[in-house]
């Protein structure tokens, strides 16, 4: 069996480590991946949306299945094409992944249906945005450009003047380009927020163990967001019966939604939910794994991820039994001084042995150059270091104890991560 994956961070790393795991032991590829991956898979220098330059690597390469992992290039069409050529895949076609690729697809699929989500209005026009800010007058807001924004197109407004100059810079400015001429206005909620994956084949979804994103760059959520500063999973605060609630009103409307709008999800479908005083609402879905939560997901995933591709795309997701291991995992971000503005990179890492790894646990690379049988520092989030316990308690000693050994010129990560999920345990 040879297994094609398209992206190049720690997410895709860890997919690929996940798939290095399988009985079916397949031979791995990754394009464009990273100097981590190219320990584990044979790497390709083609770009994640590089769609026509992808078809012609699957060609050359004839894997049994292509797994596109970035938002990008399924919003933009990668599998359609693909599949067009007669290969088999995972993830979404382009007219399911616009419930990520499109804000306001995804507010009007979830009136529709009764999904419960915040309450929205959405605007072409900054006047007319500005007008209806003006007249409800409530603070903070929520102004999210519509299309794809490299996760940075969500502003949450404190005051009427940070909400007119957002909704100027994106509609008028087209801070975003096309993508933020069309703009959602939403309610501001709140409660914890859940990351919930899920693999579906447009019929059945089976939800995988919740988790927990830390998205602010510095401690005590201080600091600028970023694309995930660290992960826990599982979440404490999705209870069985909240999952149960979830399941009932979210997830299983959702995957028959897309069924009736004639736009079937398959893949892994990303719920981002939000436990407000009013039940769970959904504060955004992705059409893929996330990153960094898919870098604590999989490690405790006991069914074969091969198993799972192949019954997703035959449509027998149904008759699989998908098992967890009953344990807590920890991923501690390590990022390169300056992230998310500024930073450097090319720095040398020390720590890790000739795979990229180091003992006790899982390093997933996110932004690394392997080169003279070294690893070097190559963008702003770099490594996703990741261990599996018992409890979380012993899950974060392990990752931290494994963030010691390893180091390089003004490296940069959290130290509580994990924190607030253990006072949520009380
Ligand atoms: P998104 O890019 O949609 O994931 O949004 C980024 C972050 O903004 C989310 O993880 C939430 O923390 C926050 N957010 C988005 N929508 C809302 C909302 N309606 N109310 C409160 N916070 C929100
Ligand atoms: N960690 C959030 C995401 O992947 O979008």
């Known amino acids: 069996m040879?297994?094609?994956?398209?992206?190049?961070?720690?997410?895709?790393h860890a997919i690929i480590m996940k798939l290095a795991e399988?009985?079916?032991?397949?031979?791995?590829?990754?394009?464009p991946g990273n100097g981590?991956?190219?320990?584990?898979?044979?790497?390709?220098?083609?770009?994640?949306?590089d769609i026509p330059g992808m078809v012609e690597l699957a060609k050359k390469l004839q894997p049994d299945y292509v797994f596109v992992a970035p938002d990008d290039p399924l919003v933009l069409g990668m599998v359609d094409a693909m599949?067009?050529?007669g290969f088999r895949t995972f993830g979404p076609k382009s007219d399911a992944a616009i419930i990520e690729g499109s804000k306001i697809f995804s507010k009007e699929l979830m009136k529709k249906y009764n999904i419960p989500t915040g309450k929205y209005e959405v605007f072409t026009d900054s006047e007319k945005a500005i007008a209806y800010i003006k007249a409800q007058n409530t603070y903070p807001t929520v102004?999210?450009?519509?299309?794809?924004?490299?996760?940075?197109g969500v502003i949450l407004a404190q005051n009427e003047e940070e909400a007119v100059e957002a909704v100027k810079s994106m509609i008028d400015g087209r801070k975003f380009g096309e993508s933020s001429t069309r703009i959602v206005i939403e309610e501001f909620l709140t409660g914890p927020e859940v990351s919930v994956l899920s693999f579906t084949d447009g019929k059945t979804v089976v939800p995988m163990i919740s988790s927990m994103d830390h998205k602010r760059a510095l401690d005590n959520d201080m600091g600028l967001n970023t694309g995930g500063m660290g992960t826990v999973a599982p979440n404490p605060y999705y209870?069985?019966?909240?999952?149960?609630?979830?399941?009932?009103?979210i997830f299983l409307p959702t995957i028959e939604a897309m069924q009736k709008e004639g736009r079937p999800f398959t893949g892994c479908l990303y719920f981002g939910l939000m436990l407000t005083p009013d039940g769970a609402k959904v504060i955004e879905y992705n059409c893929r794994f996330g990153d960094p939560e898919t870098q604590v997901v999989l490690p405790l995933l006991e069914t074969d991820?091969?198993?799972i591709i192949e019954a997703v795309y035959n449509g027998t997701l149904a008759d699989l039994q998908v098992t967890w291991k009953q344990e807590s995992a920890a991923c501690v971000v390590m990022a390169?001084?300056?992230?998310?503005?500024?930073?450097?990179?090319?720095?040398?890492i020390s720590g890790l042995d000739e795979k990229g790894q180091t003992d006790g646990v899982f390093v997933y690379h996110a932004g690394t150059k392997f080169a003279d049988n070294q690893f070097t520092t190559a963008g702003g989030r770099v490594l996703g270091i990741t261990a599996t316990a018992g409890n979380l308690q012993d899950a974060l000693d392990k990752a931290y104890a494994g963030v010691e050994k390893i180091s390089w010129e003004q490296v940069h990560y959290r130290h509580d991560i994990g924190q607030r999920a253990l006072q949520a345990k009380g």
């Open 36 to 49: 981590g991956i190219s320990r584990y898979a044979k790497c390709f220098d083609v770009k994640a949306t």
């Open 336 to 348: 390169s001084g300056g992230y998310p503005i500024k930073y450097e990179s090319g720095k040398l």
């Open 305 to 307: 991820l091969v198993d």
């Open 239 to 249: 209870t069985d019966a909240i999952a149960q609630e979830c399941m009932e009103k």
């Open 2 to 12: 040879k297994l094609l994956v398209v992206g190049s961070g720690g997410r895709e």
């Open 83 to 85: 599949q067009a050529e």
């Open 22 to 31: 399988s009985r079916h032991s397949p031979e791995l590829y990754c394009a």
């Open 143 to 152: 102004i999210k450009a519509d299309g794809l924004a490299l996760g940075k």
